[in-house]
């Protein structure tokens, strides 16, 4: 069972304008979809539909249409109850191809929530493969949130293996303590990095660290998969029109290599992984892609 923990969940409202955007008229919108998303949400989505059991940890209302939502989807959820609301993403695209974004104010939490559920985590773990820790951390907690949840995950579980995917403070945090907490995948956004140089630094230090699996993302349809165990590297590219996504491609990217065995073929797992990443979306109600779209045959392995 792969378990993702969802600290900033999400309602995506996705909608296109009949017409360019008018500040003088009313602005009709249609093909409106409302789906549950946030970082461990939607790699629990697209493990759900490509059958792999799993289940997601997130704090949320137990009242609410987050909730209602999930519950009708049928993704397994365990739930930190608390007041809300769910903020609400508002994705709108033009005739013309730009797209509008605007965003509620996040949902606050209080740091014993979230106290709650690393606890809920480290116990669900019992009977877990995998935990992923993936998406940005809500401006209560400190950077290192997910630093403290595995260590606890080492203290108890040595044996289930972490991937995470994060960004800003919290991505430099798990870089500042990857010796101590080894994760078995990390993903990393290179457009998070300065410089060429920081970079590298950065993978060097993950390779010196014996990371078993680097998965370096220099763009949507380019990535790179190092071994820190073996020292083996891999890069490849998506040589096709990327598809369409509402949600973030570097979810996708983890779901896929996740539902590959990165451990037995690195590089079928990095197919997998640009494949995810490239797929239009294959289930609208859920808005992620699907084994169904996927075209693993426009990945070429260097």
């Given amino acids: 069972m792969i378990l993702n923990v969802a600290t900033t ?5 996705t909608s296109r ?3 360019e955007l008018s500040w003088e008229h009313t602005n009709a919108l249609s093909e409106v979809a409302v789906v549950p998303a946030g970082g461990g949400v939607n790699v629990a989505q697209m493990l759900y539909c490509a059958g792999q059991d799993t289940r997601v940890l997130v704090p949320a ?4 249409q987050f909730i209602r939502m999930l519950s009708l989807q049928g993704l397994p959820y365990e739930i930190v109850d608390v007041p809300g609301p769910i903020p609400v993403r508002y994705l709108i695209d033009s005739p013309a191809g730009r797209q509008l974004q605007f965003v509620d104010p996040p949902m606050e939490l209080k740091v014993s929530e979230l106290a709650i559920l690393r606890d809920m985590c480290v116990a669900a773990a019992e009977t877990a493969e995998w935990v992923v820790l993936a998406g940005v951390l809500p401006d209560i907690a400190h950077a290192s949130w997910y630093v403290d949840v595995m260590r606890a995950l080492r203290l108890y579980h040595p044996g289930v293996k972490i991937a995470v995917s994060t960004s800003g403070q919290p991505l430099g945090a798990v870089l500042r303590q990857v010796y101590t907490t080894k ?9 998070e990095f300065d410089s060429t140089e920081q970079r590298d630094t950065a993978i060097s230090t993950l390779t010196d660290a014996a990371v078993p699996h680097i998965l370096v993302c220099h763009s949507r349809t380019h990535f790179e998969l190092f071994s820190g165990a073996t020292g083996a590297s891999y890069s490849a590219e998506f040589v096709g029109d990327p598809g369409k996504q509402w949600l973030p491609w570097q979810d996708a990217a983890l779901a896929g290599l996740l539902l590959a065995d990165v451990a ?3 590089q079928a797992a990095l197919i997998s992984a640009l494949a995810y990443a490239n797929a239009p979306i294959g289930d609208p109600a859920r808005a992620v892609p699907t084994p169904d779209v996927l075209q693993p045959e426009l990945v070429q392995v260097r």
């Fill in 264 to 266: 037995a073929d690195p």
């Fill in 183 to 191: 994760p078995d995948v990390l993903v990393i956004d290179t457009a």
């Fill in 61 to 64: 209302p137990e009242v609410s």
């Fill in 17 to 19: 304008l009949s017409e």
């Fill in 9 to 13: 969940p999400e309602l995506f409202r």
